[in-house]
């Protein structure tokens, strides 16, 4: 049974009238969030960020994306919820670099949950809230019943697709990465990670670099580095 106000926030998300961000932030309200967002799976298994509210759920979304570990990835990977109600009690070694990213970061608990559909996982919805404290049952309730409504919606194709791709621009940097390297598109992909987490920037922001023409990747010793023409 869920709460009469999630059960407004369905009639909502069955309508047409609204945008994904006035949805996102919908979602957001009704679970005391300060953030959610929303990502789907792609082809071999990388996923698209749809729906994002929130600048501090946008970033723990890059992070997660970048070091490839997180409650979302558990809520993909094992197809159930992941709520974390107080990221100070997780152990290290759980998602150390996760954790380690997150340090200073307004992010103090998470909650993920997965959209599937018997064996098929569609995407997930994770809510952040900068404070620790877990979801009461009621509202553990609406997640759910929010998740299975979201997994209809881009499973079953009774909305149009998402009005913003959140990461076409890494997709694009991907491909561009995979020629200028000469290897698939799996290793231009973690080539790109790799250099965002090292030097400590989103990865859009990496991405957004490469498509401009203002970082290249060479497959020597030098890594990734500025065109002559670019330098300042």
């Known amino acids: 049974m869920v709460s009469e106000r999630a059960a407004k926030v369905l009639r909502e998300l069955r309508s047409d009238a609204h945008t994904d961000d006035q ?4 979602c957001a309200r009704l679970l005391d969030a300060e953030g959610l967002a929303v990502s789907l799976v792609l082809d071999r298994g990388h996923t698209e960020l749809v729906w994002c509210h929130g600048t501090v759920s946008a970033r723990l979304e890059d ?3 970048t070091l490839g570990e997180g409650p979302a990835l558990d809520a993909l990977t094992f197809g159930r919820p992941v709520q974390v109600p107080e990221l100070a009690q997780v152990r290290t070694g759980r998602w150390p670099a996760l954790l380690a990213a997150l ?8 909650f993920a949950f997965p959209l599937v559909l018997g064996a098929i996982t569609v995407g ?3 809510a952040v809230r ?3 404290l877990p979801l009461s049952r009621e509202q553990a309730d609406d997640a759910t019943a929010v998740a299975r409504l979201l997994t209809a919606r881009f499973l079953g194709g009774e909305h149009d697709t998402p009005q913003v791709l959140h990461r ?3 997709h694009q940097a991907t491909g561009m990465i995979s020629v200028q390297l000469g290897r ?3 290793e231009a992909l973690m080539r790109l990670r790799a250099f965002a987490y090292a030097h ?3 990865i859009t922001e990496v991405a957004r670099d490469v498509v401009a023409r203002r970082l290249r990747f060479k497959d020597d010793e030098t890594g990734p580095h500025v065109p002559v023409r670019d330098r300042g």
Do not use: E, K
Request: without cysteine.
């Open 124 to 126: 997930v919805m994770t």
């Open 63 to 65: 992070l997660q994306f």
């Open 130 to 132: 900068s404070r620790p």
């Open 184 to 186: 698939p598109l799996s």
């Open 103 to 110: 340090d200073g970061l307004p992010v103090r608990a998470v």
């Open 23 to 26: 949805l996102a932030a919908l």
């Open 168 to 170: 076409a621009v890494v």
């Open 200 to 202: 400590d920037r989103p």
